[in-house]
Each structure stands twice: as C-alpha cells, then as structure tokens.
C-alpha cells in the first residue's frame, strides 16, 4: 500500500517562503510520477507541479504557469521524499496542498492530470497580506 504523508505547511506572510515535503512509502518505488496539487476554499482542485523520475539521475519537472519561477519540485530518490519549495508566496496561494503519485508514461506526468492514483490527507498553507 502506498502512503504519502505530508508536512511542512503552515501560516507565513505575503513574500515569505516555506517548503513542503511528502514522505512515501517504499511501495513508490514504481511511482514514477509525482506532484503537488492544492484547493482552496471554495475552489477545485488544481495542479501544481509534477516530477517524473527517468532514472535515478534524471527528472522532468513541469509546473503550472500560476508558480512558475516561485516554487521548486524535487525528490529525494534514496529518502522517498517529495519536496516543494515556495518563494515569494502570494495570498491566492493559500490552500491545503495535497502530495500525489501515480505510475505512468512521461506524457501523463503533468499537473493538469487530476487523476493521480495515490493522494495524500494534505497540509494547510496560508498567506496573510
């Protein structure tokens, strides 16, 4: 059974910056997609960034145009850790984030693919101005 456990929200002002992290199980071991999705109060949810892990020295990133240049996904393949860091968070950025994995080809390794099979119970993050 794959469990994702996230961690690392928390409340920050307009600006701040925080990191994420989602720890695997080793049974993701053939999840060679991973990613960040958030929802917000009253919204669907949305992607964020995905990983897709080639090999152990290789990764694709691709992220939604909305944190393109603020955030950074990385994994740690030896931890089985999923990290997302935030930079110059925005209010409209608050939202719990959710953690997901799925196997698949590298064409449906994308954060516009809400389908992932595996999702973590999220972390909260909020931006005050």
């Known amino acids: 059974q794959v469990q994702l456990v996230e961690s690392g929200g928390g409340s920050v002002q307009a600006g701040g910056s925080l990191r994420l992290s989602c720890a695997a199980s080793?049974?993701?071991?053939?999840?060679?997609?991973m990613g960040w999705f958030r929802q917000a109060p009253g919204k669907e949810r949305e992607g964020v960034a995905t990983?897709?892990?080639?090999?152990?020295?290789?990764?694709?990133?691709d992220y939604a145009d909305s944190v393109r240049g603020r955030f950074t996904i990385s994994k740690d393949n030896a931890e089985n850790t999923l990290y997302l860091h935030m930079n110059s968070l925005k209010p409209e950025d608050t939202a719990m984030y959710y953690c997901?994995?799925?196997?698949?080809?590298?064409?449906?390794?994308?954060?516009?693919?809400?389908?992932?099979?595996?999702w973590g119970q999220g972390t909260q993050v909020t931006v005050s101005s």
């Open positions: 990983i897709y892990t080639y090999n152990v020295n290789t990764n694709f990133v």
């Open positions: 080793k049974y993701t071991g053939s999840s060679n997609c």
């Open positions: 997901a994995a799925d196997s698949t080809p590298y064409g449906e390794c994308t954060w516009r693919r809400l389908t992932f099979r595996y």
